[in-house]
T-cell receptor
Framework: RKEVEQDPGPFNVPEGATVAFNCTYS??????FFWYRQDCRKEPKLLMS???SGNEDGRFTAQLNRASQYISLLIRDSKLSDSATYLC??????????????FGTGTRLKVLA | SQTIHQWPATLVQPVGSPLSLECTVE??????LYWYRQAAGRGLQLLFY??????ISSEVPQNLSASRPQDRQFILSSKKLLLSDSGFYLC????????FGQGTRLTVV
């Protein structure tokens, strides 16, 4: 079983649609959770951190369910510029104090005009 | 905030040639630095990480090596490239968040 699993997609949605991505992780000791966005042939960039209480940033809402080891990202009113690959990322702190990051393979989103 | 410089952006090298990719960090001291490789359609694979000058940890056995000659400099090297070394190489600075350089797309021909 992969440490972080995501549906690779692609998700093809019309502009204005609402789309949801899901992610599961296997290590219950995971401490921090993130969604990163990666455009084609570019580096990943932090989209938002994910907190247990759920958090929202404009059109983006992220939620975490620690009991189910499940993370979600909801994008409302999709824009053409939202087209990208969305990476689910978990991290845990090692005994040495360094942070180990585990990246999902990403979910590809294409927003259509 | 941190800025990570990585070069070159793209590289085409023949099989058997050497490799040197450089990463430098600005805006922080004593960073934890990481090298990842991302193959087409696959996730990021951690190759090496370093918590300080001269300290290198390797995650997977491979044809590559890394060095940390200065606090804010992290170098990825190979003496002889293989076709399977092709990929997108990313340098990252990680603490509570992960920040990436712009990446180097390496094609071994």
């Amino acid at each position: 079983r992969k440490e972080v699993e995501q549906d690779p997609g692609p998700f093809n949605v019309p502009e204005g649609a609402t789309v949801a991505f899901n992610c599961t992780y296997s290590n219950s000791a995971s401490q921090s959770f993130f969604w990163y966005r990666q455009d084609c042939r570019k580096e990943p960039k932090l989209l938002m951190s994910v907190y247990s209480s759920g958090n929202e940033d404009g059109r983006f809402t992220a939620q975490l369910n620690r009991a189910s080891q499940y993370i979600s990202l909801l994008i409302r009113d999709s824009k053409l510029s939202d087209s990208a690959t969305y990476l689910c990322v978990v991290s845990l702190r090692s005994h040495s104090g360094t942070y180990k990051y585990i990246f999902g393979t990403g979910t590809r989103l294409k927003v259509l005009a | 905030s941190q800025t990570i410089h990585q070069w070159p952006a793209t590289l085409v090298q023949p099989v058997g040639s050497p490799l040197s990719l450089e990463c430098t960090v600005e805006g922080t001291s004593n960073p934890n630095l990481y090298w990842y490789r991302q193959a087409a359609g696959r996730g990021l694979q951690l190759l090496f990480y370093s918590v300080g000058i001269g300290q290198i940890s390797s995650e997977v056995p491979q044809n590559l090596s890394a060095s940390r000659p200065q606090d804010r400099q992290f170098i990825l090297s190979s003496k002889k490239l293989l076709l399977s070394d092709s990929g997108f190489y990313l340098c990252a600075c990680q603490d509570r968040q992960a920040f990436f350089g712009q990446g180097t797309r390496l094609t071994v021909v």
